[in-house]
């Protein structure tokens, strides 16, 4: 049993449209962070939540920490090409150690 | 500003050969290091991370080994590659603690045959 899941899997949609992703655990969490990886990359961080319903934007993202810090949603207004990518969620484990989930692919046509 | 290394950029090896991957961190002082290794298209596996230097800890059981021998340089290695040892494999840093980003270095693409 992954510690996070991610769904969808796979998202592929149209230029314009909005989607939203999400990072759900059976687990508490002090924090969560989402990265974007391209391929042949890492990944690089987008954002850092810590409070429960805290509700970050970066642009057209929105992201939200759940109340209960057990789960997380990315929402993505009027996708664009260059949001394709992997949506990876991670939290911070016991001890010095981070956890990803097995993340969401999005691709955006134009 | 801080950045992070990584060579070779990819490799094939066949099976039964050593590996010997390096990640070198810049700009920075006393950093946790980690190995994942990432499947085609999914998530990260952690493989080992690092506090200090000598420090050295293992999330798997596996053919793979890590080494610390200086502050910013954090090697992974193995005696005898497996099939099962393909992939993508990452090296980060982070300054520590819960909210604290890591950063990735590029990613060593690795093929055994």
């Known amino acids: 049993t992954q510690l996070l899941e991610q769904s969808p899997q796979f998202l592929s949609i149209q230029e314009g449209e909005n989607l939203t992703v999400y990072c759900n655990s059976s687990?508490?969490?002090?924090?969560l962070q989402w990265y974007r990886q391209e391929p042949g990359e890492g990944p690089v961080l987008l954002v850092t939540v810590v409070t429960g319903g805290e509700v970050k934007k970066l642009k057209r993202l929105t992201f939200q920490f759940g109340d209960a810090r057990k789960d997380s949603s990315l929402h993505i207004t009027a996708a664009q090409p260059g949001d394709t990518g992997l949506y990876l969620c991670a939290v911070y484990n016991y001890g010095q150690n981070f956890v990803f989930g097995p993340g969401t692919r999005l691709s955006v046509l134009p | 500003s801080q950045t992070i290394h990584q060579w070779p950029a990819t490799l094939v090896q066949p099976v039964g050969s050593p590996l010997s991957l390096e990640c070198t961190v810049e700009?920075?002082?006393?950093?946790?290091l980690y190995w994942y290794r990432q499947a085609a298209g999914r998530g990260l596996q952690l493989l080992f991370y690092?506090?200090?230097?000598?420090?050295i800890s293992s999330e798997v059981p596996q053919n793979l080994s890590a080494s610390r021998p200086q502050d910013r340089q954090f090697i992974l290695s193995s005696k005898k590659l497996l099939l099962s040892d393909s992939g993508f494999y990452l090296c980060?840093?982070?300054?520590?603690?819960?909210?604290?980003?890591?950063?990735f270095g590029p990613g060593t693409r690795l093929t055994v045959l």
């Open positions: 980060a840093w982070s300054a520590g603690g819960a909210e604290n980003e890591q950063f």
């Open positions: 687990s508490v969490f002090s924090s």
């Open positions: 700009g920075t002082s006393n950093p946790n």
């Open positions: 690092s506090v200090g230097i000598g420090q």
